[in-house]
Each structure stands twice: as structure tokens, then as C-alpha cells.
């Protein structure tokens, strides 16, 4: 199919959802601004700057279907599946859909709220409409706005001022396709009251070989002095293709800090900005890859230090084998009026073959006198002497390879607060690891 | 146990070794000196089979096998240790993850149970005791931000543990102060054994105070140009190298 085709069928699509599942006043009308903002900019091309080394072609040539209702699917497949366990609440959502027979949230901690955006938007609109196309803006965003066009499920997370959440809350996203290439698009909002905390983990699974494009938006919203962590991790199905936009807002000597792990997926973009709107915040940005076949992983991030006295930090790890490719973006922008900001970027590749290729572009664009900026990229492979030195102490060439592969990813893991998140993801990571190893 | 014949090797396009001849027996201590340059480090390597030497003549024969023919994960498991001159930092390897994985690898080979990390942590204990070392080094990544010494230290810490048949301690004494110097040399001879054989590459016949050899070789120029007993370190100590023949590598290159 051709992308103006793609791009006519998704009209139709639009145009039917518009009439069955209308939303009232201010929503429908974001729903429509929306649309009209995809139908305006269409798929983005390699002519685009910031979608220059990633080719979405496979993407905007097909038609993706609304996806359809699987009553079928039971709570054993889901078991089987073998996801994280982390311990707290788990609201799954199958197809884009909440999924209450999935989800385990006995034992919600006092004050806080979990709900699907699908309860919210029928019952409680006016909780959400001061955030949800604010924060992830879409102007500019074709993905970011088709999301927002057809507006429907997801989840919302509200944490009232002053309480602190223990346990991470965990929000799974499952697509199970029944033949015809799916269109998912959850949405997200995380609403974190003053002097809040919570760690929100989003793990987007993909259970079987289709194709299908999930198209994740995340909204954050960090009250002054509160504290949010957030994961993203993307477990995909290996024909998969997974578009997600985390969009934070941060307030006064707040913290926020974002890990996006990539496992898996065909095409994966993930695109991450924190805008730093009060003084004395602090963010971090995360991220892990690891990649192999003819995978491409893009990820994109933009940190604005809008305000003075605000601290980034942000380190993203990539391990690359057969004929993969990724692109780090990583921008950079600080204000007229941000003042004493304190920035640091550094981007690592590992490359286990010769034919994986990594491209990667920090973008600082500075507009104040008094910062502190800097950033750094190595592109490397294992390091030679250190394989010998463990050889020579016994371990195979497979065991030594694997052993710093998992050195070099792990590193980020360690950055992780959440002990059960980070013992989670280092165990998929040792199982991934034989598939890396570089032959 | 040891049998080099005529071992020549190159890096590059350079002749490093120009026919090596040394036979090791179990429970000897040989000591090889030599001007830097020489070729010591180079003879360690192409026993431990690292990369990017080319061995252009000559055999090894360790304890009946060729050993130039195995990949050297196999030779570690056979019984050859080599204590490295410069050990390599690994940042993210846990010391004590590599070694337990080190040991049950030569374990596996030959035929014993694999540790469980309660008794390996118990070995492993009683090993820091031996180099009085503390506890803490276990948990650190292998040779991150070690000291000179410890690193050093650190290398003999993991041949008293992995127990291998041979042990080439290159230059192990260089970087130790007085006191680690006496802590190491009381480990290696605390691991001497008649089953066990070591070589040990120094360029101080201080260390030899401690570990003493039986046999004494010099290298120079790419071979062993003099052997004797333990009173040759002393002679060397003396006079230096200049009266050896062949001249010294500067000449040659
Ligand atoms: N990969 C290489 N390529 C080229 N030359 C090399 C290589 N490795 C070693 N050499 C050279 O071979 C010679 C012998 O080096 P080697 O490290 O074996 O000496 P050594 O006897 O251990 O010296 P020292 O006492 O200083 O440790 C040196 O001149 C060195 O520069
Ligand atoms: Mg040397």
C-alpha cells in the first residue's frame, strides 16, 4: 500500500471512531485538532532532520487496522508470557484496551489512583483535561498527534500532594493481533501531586510474530519537590514496530528520571523530553538498547532547562550486533533564564559486528552564560586485552564476550533505584545475552 | 611438565623470540631475567596464547599436549597460569563473580562438582587470608582502581585460588612495596608443592630472596643466553647483564 493510502485509510478509521465513540466538548474537539494535524503533517520522511537515519517507510506504507477485542485471551497466556514481576499493582491492557480481568490492583496504597483513561474520560473528564494534549504537544509530532486523535484507553495516574507510593505501579501493554496488522496507541498521563513520589513502570510486550505498530504516548506532570521515576520497557514482537513519545513536565526542585530499556522490536523510536519549568529541578535520562538482526532503534531525546538552577544527567547505553542500527539525538536546550544549569550527556555504543552501525548527534543549543555543559560519544568494541584476560582465566570466548557485553549494559542498570525493576531487567538481559555475543 | 623447544615468534614484522629452549619439571621454581626488551613478557604471552604474536618455529609441550595448538581458555583449564605483568582493569566484573566462574570452569574440566558461592566464598576467604587481603577486594570489579600492588596482589590472590599446575608470575614484585613484597613471596611458596611448577619473570634478586629458584635463566635478545643456579641472580645483581652474549636487543634492532 502506498503511504497516501495509509494515510486516506486512517481518515476513515478516524472518521468511524469519531461517530461510535465520540468524546464530549473540549476532548472531541482536541480528537479533531488532532486528526487534522496528522492529516496536515503525514508520516514524517527521511527528509526531516530529526527522522533523517530512521526510515519509517514499513511503517507508513501499511495500513494498521483498529485493533480488535480479544475476549478470548486468557489470564494462563498472559502468565506464560513471563513478564517482570515487580511486586506492586499491574493494570494490563490487551490491544490498547484495559483489561480488568488481567490486572491485579488489590492493595492500591492509601490516596492514590490508578484508573483507565477509558473510566476517566466517561466519568471524570475534568481530571484529565487540563493535561492531556498539554503536555505532549503535536503540532509537530505526527505520531504524537494520531495518538492523540484517536483518543480512547490508557491509563491514569494520580498521586495527591504530599503522599509517597512505595511500590512501583506497573502498567503493562500487551498487542495480540488476530492477522491483520494492528494499530495500538495507549496513552498514559501520570499526574504527580506537590512533594509526591512514585515509580511508574510501563513494560510494552508483543506476544507474537505479526506485524503491528504500537504507538505509546506518555504525559507527565511533576509537581514542585515531587518525585517521579519512570521505566519504559519495550519487549515487542521481533516484527514489531513501537513509535512511544514520553513528554515530562517538571516543577520547582522537583525530580524526574526516565529509563527506556529496549529489548526488542523491529523498528523502535523512542523519544523522550523533559522540560525543566521550575528552578532547582533535576531530571535524568536513561536509556539501554540492545540490538541484533536488521533492527533499527532511534532514540531521541530533548532536555529544556527552561528555568535556572536545574541538573540533567543523562548516559544512554547501546549494544550492537548483526546488522543493526541506531541513532542517538540528544538535544539540549538551555534558556536565556537558566542560569546555572548543570547538563551532562554521554552516549555509548557497543558494537559486536562490523556491518552495526550507530549514528549519533548530541545538539546543545545554549542561550545562557553561566552553565556547565558536556557531553561525550564513544563507539567502541570489546576490548581485546580484557577478552585475553578472562580467557586466560578459563572462561570460553563466548562466556568472556558475554561477561563484558554484560558489563557494559549493566552499568546503566545500576543507575536503576527500584531494586525489583533493576533485578528484573538484568535478568532478561543475561538471557538476551547469547543472542549478542557477536559471532 | 614444561617442555619448550626452539620456540621462535613474532609480532609483526618484528623476531621477538629467536629459539627459546627451557624445561620446567613439577615442583621446580625457575627465575627468568633479562634486560627489558628482552623477550620475557612476550615468552609469557606465547605460552598463554595471546593474540597478535606468531609463532614462526619451534614446540611446546605442556604436561603431553602441543600446547601452542589450544585456544587459551584450554590451556588455563589444563593448569597453566599466567600472573600478568600488567594486570587489566575490567570495570563492571565483579572480582569475585569472574573467579568463582574461573574456578568452576578448571573444576568442570577436571571432572569436580562445581562450587556453589557459600563454599566458594569460603575458599575464597581463606585465599585473602593467605595475602592478607581484605574481604572488601571481592566485591570490587576486577582491578578497578586497584593500586599498582594490589593489582599485583590481586593476580597471586587468583592463582592461590584457581591451583593451576604451572604459574608464570610475570614481574609480579614490580610495584609491591617491602612489606607486599614479603606477603606475596609467602603465598607463592605457601603454594609451592612437588605436583607444581613456577616461573617467575623478575628483574630484582630481592623477590628471589624470597622465592627461591632453582634454576636461574637470562634472556636476551630473544634467548636464553645463560642458566645456573640460584647464586646467578646474585652474580647478575653484580654485574648487570653487558658481559651475556648475545649484545642486548638495542644492538639488534
Ligand atoms: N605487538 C608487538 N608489536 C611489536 N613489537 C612488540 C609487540 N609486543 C612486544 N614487542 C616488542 O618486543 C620486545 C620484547 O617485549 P617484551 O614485552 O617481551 O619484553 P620484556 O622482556 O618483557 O621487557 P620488560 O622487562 O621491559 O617487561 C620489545 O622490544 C617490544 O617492544
Ligand atoms: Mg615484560
Known amino acids: 500500500m502506498t503511504q497516501i493510502a495509509a494515510e486516506a485509510s486512517y481518515a476513515n478509521q478516524f472518521a468511524d471512531l469519531q461517530k461510535k465513540a465520540p468524546l464530549p466538548g473540549c476532548l472531541g474537539a482536541l480528537r479533531d485538532d488532532a486528526f487534522e494535524c496528522f492529516d496536515r503533517l503525514g508520516f514524517p520522511t527521511r527528509r526531516l532532520e530529526s527522522w533523517r537515519f530512521t526510515n519509517i517507510a514499513p511503517i507508513a506504507e501499511t495500513n494498521f487496522v483498529q485493533p480488535t477485542d480479544r475476549q478470548d485471551y486468557t489470564r494462563n497466556a498472559f502468565n506464560a508470557m513471563g513478564l517482570p514481576k515487580l511486586g506492586g499493582v499491574e493494570f494490563v491492557f490487551l490491544n490498547g484496551t484495559y483489561a480488568p480481568s488481567l490486572s491485579t490492583i488489590d492493595g492500591l496504597p492509601d490516596g492514590l489512583r490508578v484508573r483507565s483513561l477509558g473510566e476517566v474520560l466517561d466519568n471524570d473528564p475534568d481530571t484529565v483535561i487540563p493535561h492531556l494534549g498539554r503536555i505532549a504537544r503535536f503540532e509537530h509530532q505526527a505520531f504524537t498527534a494520531l495518538n492523540t486523535a484517536f483518543l480512547r484507553d490508557g491509563a491514569v495516574v494520580e498521586v495527591p500532594e504530599g503522599i509517597v507510593v512505595g511500590e512501583p505501579i506497573h502498567l503493562i501493554f500487551i498487542t495480540s493481533s488476530t492477522g491483520l496488522p494492528t494499530l495500538c496507541q495507549p496513552r498514559v498521563l501520570v499526574i504527580a501531586g506537590a512533594t509526591s513520589q512514585v515509580q511508574v513502570v510501563e513494560s510494552h510486550v508483543g506476544t507474537d510474530v505479526a506485524s503491528y505498530l504500537n504507538n505509546a504516548v506518555t504525559e507527565v506532570s511533576v509537581g514542585d519537590q515531587a518525585t517521579v521515576d519512570h521505566y519504559t520497557i519495550v519487549l515487542e514482537g521481533e516484527s514489531a514496530f513501537r513509535v512511544g513519545n514520553l513528554q515530562a513536565s517538571v516543577g520547582r526542585a522537583s525530580n524526574f528520571s526516565s529509563h527506556t530499556i529496549t529489548l526488542s522490536g523491529a523498528i523502535v523510536r523512542n523519544e523522550a523530553s523533559v522540560v525543566l519549568e521550575g528552578e532547582g529541578g533535576e531530571c535524568t535520562l536513561n536509556g539501554l538498547y540492545l540490538a541484533s538482526g536488521r533492527q533499527l532503534v532511534d532514540n531521541q531525546t530533548t532536555i529544556d532547562h527552561a528555568r535556572p538552577h536545574c541538573d540533567s544527567h543523562e548516559l544512554y547505553k547501546g549494544v550492537l550486533d548483526g546488522q543493526s542500527s541506531a541513532v542517538f539525538n540528544g538535544k539540549i536546550v538551555v534558556r536565556l533564564d537558566a542560569q546555572k544549569t548543570d547538563a551532562k550527556q554521554s552516549n555509548k555504543a557497543l558494537l559486536l559486528s562490523e556491518d552495526a552501525q550507530v549514528t549519533t548527534k548530541p545538539q546543545l543549543e545554549i542561550f545562557a552564560d553561566d552553565v556547565k555543559c558536556t557531553h561525550g560519544a564513544t563507539v567502541g568494541q570489546l576490548d581485546p586485552d580484557s577478552l585475553f584476560y578472562l580467557r586466560s582465566r578459563a572462561l570460553s570466548e563466548q562466556q568472556a564476550r558475554q561477561v563484558l557485553i554484560h558489563a557494559f549494559a549493566a552499568d546503566l542498570l545500576g543507575h536503576i533505584k527500584v531494586g525489583a525493576v533493576r533485578q528484573q531487567l538484568d535478568s532478561i538481559l543475561l538471557d538476551r545475552l547469547p543472542m549478542l555475543s557477536g559471532s | ?253
Open chain 2, 1 to 253: 611438565m614444561l617442555n619448550i623447544r626452539d620456540l621462535q615468534a613474532s609480532a609483526g614484522s618484528r623476531q621477538i623470540l629467536k629459539g627459546i629452549n627451557l624445561t620446567v619439571n613439577p615442583g621446580e621454581v625457575h627465575a627468568i631475567m633479562g634486560p627489558n626488551g628482552s623477550g620475557k613478557s612476550t615468552l609469557a604471552g606465547v605460552l598463554a596464547g595471546r593474540d597478535g604474536f606468531k609463532v614462526t618455529g619451534g614446540t611446546v609441550d605442556f604436561r603431553g599436549q602441543d600446547l601452542l595448538d589450544l585456544e587459551p581458555e584450554q590451556r588455563a583449564r589444563e593448569g597453566l597460569f599466567l600472573a600478568f605483568q600488567y594486570p587489566v582493569e575490567i570495570p563492571g566484573v565483579n572480582n569475585a563473580y569472574l573467579l568463582k566462574a574461573a574456578l568452576n570452569e578448571v573444576r568442570k574440566y577436571r571432572g569436580e562438582p562445581e562450587l556453589d558461592a557459600m563454599d566458594f566464598m569460603a575458599v575464597a576467604r581463606e585465599r585473602m587470608k593467605l595475602l592478607e587481603m581484605d574481604d572488601a577486594f571481592l566485591n570490587r570489579p576486577v582491578n578497578d582502581g586497584f593500586s599498582g600492588g594490589e593489582k599485583k596482589r590481586n593476580e597471586i590472590f587468583q592463582l592461590a585460588v584457581l591451583e593451576p599446575s604451572l604459574a608464570v608470575l610475570d614481574e609480579t614484585d614490580s610495584g609491591l612495596d617491602i612489606d607486599a613484597l614479603k606477603i606475596v613471596a609467602t603465598g607463592v611458596n605457601a603454594l609451592r608443592n612437588s605436583d607444581r611448577a613456577i616461573v617467575v619473570v623478575t628483574h630484582y634478586q630481592r623477590l628471589l630472596n624470597y622465592i627461591v629458584p632453582d634454576f636461574v635463566h637470562v634472556l636476551s635478545g630473544g634467548r636464553i643466553v645463560k642458566s645456573g643456579g640460584k647464586e646467578l641472580a646474585l652474580e647478575l645483581e653484580d654485574k648487570g647483564y653487558s658481559w651475556l652474549e648475545p649484545t642486548p636487543v638495542a644492538a639488534e634492532a
